[in-house]
């Protein structure tokens, strides 16, 4: 059975950080590119960032340079470092695992951004 769990959402005061975390198993990490998305409400699910396999990064224009994807192959886990956060950021962050056809979805972590 293929889990994606994520974790490290929460509640942040605009400026501040947060880093999500997701542990993937019953699938070959390794071989999946991994990426994060967003939905806000009344919107749709956009990406926001993905990693293949080999390392290789690409972002949403709205967060680059704010936040970092990152993975690690050993732990079977994804993450995305989010710093300096806006109320704009505010979504349920979903992690998700690519391999041609295959994909598997999380069930989400809300990030809320909000003084």
């Known amino acids: 059975q293929v889990q994606l769990v994520e974790s490290g959402g929460g509640l942040v005061q605009p400026g501040g950080s947060l880093r999500l975390s997701c542990v993937v198993s019953?699938?070959?990490?390794?071989?999946?590119?991994m990426g994060w998305y967003r939905q806000a409400p009344g919107k749709q699910r956009e990406l926001v960032a993905d990693?293949?396999?080999?390392?290789?990064?690409k972002y949403a224009d709205s967060v680059k340079g704010r936040f970092t994807i990152s993975r690690d192959n050993a732990k079977n886990t994804g993450y995305l470092q989010m710093n300096s956060l806006k109320p704009e950021d505010r979504a349920v962050y979903y992690c998700?695992?690519?391999?041609?056809?295959?994909?598997?979805w999380g069930q989400g972590t809300q990030v809320t951004v909000s003084s």
């Open positions: 990693i293949s396999g080999s390392m290789r990064t």
């Open positions: 019953g699938i070959t990490f390794r071989f999946y590119a």
């Open positions: 998700n695992a690519q391999m041609g056809t295959r994909q598997y």
